[in-house]
């Protein structure tokens, strides 16, 4: 039997969670962590990684190995934003951005990539979290995180480009500002604020990411690759 492995790559995060339970039901997950606590499963593997240590990626690769080759990826991991003017901001600030969330891609899809391309069988997709502020006016202060949002949209361009000949579809979402645990180092006055300015007069929820997130995953995207879709509710078009 050919089954179904998915990883998620920040799956503690509250979009992960709503993840994990629906692809429980049909599919083996490997749900990656760092912090928090992930309660193990018949069909959920809990894997911690630290994803800002090279080291760390490296044997967390090997475990993944071990159980079995993913032949669906989703990356949701980010370093928390916080809302800094750019003169105050430190070069330090943009290595840990691009290590957790583009460095990690890298060499995570550096292994996997080649052996899906030997697959046969099994349908190969990868889902990459981006953000609306890849799509239009990218909000003030959060320099670092707008920067890395952009080199994953053109690493994901990029691998289509070199992957699409072996049937591996690589699409992204870019959401607006969802109202998640994720926003914790945000003032709670600017998270209303952008609720206030929104057209729908709200922010987005997981409800509105998740379903859009596993149609990608399954084979009603079958036509889909290089897709970045937005997610923002009428406030970028």
Request: proline share 4%; charged share 20%.
């Amino acid at each position: 039997m050919h089954r179904n492995i998915v990883l998620i790559i920040g799956a503690s995060s509250d979009i992960g969670v709503g993840l994990i339970e629906e692809l429980q039901k049909d599919s083996l997950v490997l749900a990656h962590f760092n912090q928090g606590v992930i309660q193990e499963g018949a069909n959920i593997v809990p894997l911690q990684c630290d994803l800002n240590n090279q080291g760390a990626i490296e044997k967390f690769i090997q475990r993944v190995l071990e159980i079995g080759i993913p032949n669906k990826i989703v990356f949701l991991a980010s370093a928390k934003v916080a809302v800094t003017r750019f003169q105050d901001m430190q070069w330090e600030d943009f290595e840990q951005n691009f290590s957790i969330g583009l460095k990690s891609t890298f060499l995570l899809l550096k292994t996997f990539l080649p052996l899906l391309k030997k697959d046969k069988e099994r349908q190969k997709k990868i889902v990459f979290m981006l953000s609306s502020s890849v799509c239009g006016e990218p909000p003030m202060g959060m320099s670092a995180y707008v920067s890395m949002k952009y080199a994953l949209l053109g690493l994901m361009k990029s691998l289509v480009s070199e992957y699409k000949a072996f049937d591996i579809q690589i699409n992204a979402i870019s959401p607006s500002m969802i109202e998640t645990k994720f926003l914790e180092n945000i003032d709670s006055r600017i998270v209303e604020l952008n609720a206030l300015n929104h057209p729908l007069k709200r922010n987005a929820t997981t409800k509105d990411v998740l379903p859009i997130i596993m149609m990608l995953l399954s084979q009603e995207s079958n036509y889909l690759n290089g897709v970045n879709i937005p997610i923002t509710g009428g406030s970028v078009f």
